[in-house]
Nanobody, 125 residues
Framework: VQLVESGGGSVQPGDSLRLSCAVS????????VGWFRQVPGKEREGVSC??????TTFYTTSVKGRFTISRDNAKMYLQMNSLKPEDTAVYYC?????????????????????WGQGTQVSVSS
């Protein structure tokens, strides 16, 4: 089982990045998927997710209207537009085989049991 993120980097405020997460060892189509981020000294924060069943999506308030999560059978993606310095973090993709990880108003980190190694996103002028 492996999740591998790519697409991180250093950009200026207002720029865009597209993170990708390639999975192997399990059928992604049967999993709820999500993106999290973490900065030093803080807890890992849920950014966005897609429920495996009805496709319900969640976005944390600070990224609504700027980030878009998507998926296909082999990968998940996070399109990040209008990036801000406060988006700087290590971004992780994750997958949950339960139906309880993603709701329209919440993401439950504890339900995600498969994690990538993280990719750094740095936004500064």
């Amino acid at each position: 089982v492996q999740l591998v993120e790519s697409g991180g980097g250093s950009v200026q405020p207002g720029d865009s990045l597209r993170l990708s997460c390639a999975v192997s060892g399990f059928e992604l189509a049967y999993y709820t998927v999500g993106w999290f981020r973490q900065v030093p000294g803080k807890e890992r924060e849920g950014v966005s997710c897609i429920n495996r069943g009805d496709g319900t999506t969640f976005y944390t308030t600070s990224v609504k209207g700027r980030f878009t999560i998507s998926r296909d059978n082999a990968k998940m993606y996070l399109q990040m537009n209008s990036l801000k310095p406060e988006d700087t973090a290590v971004y992780y993709c994750a997958a949950a085989d339960s139906g309880y990880g993603c709701y329209s108003r919440a993401i439950r980190k504890a339900e995600f049991d498969k994690w990538g190694q993280g990719t750094q996103v740095s936004v500064s002028s």
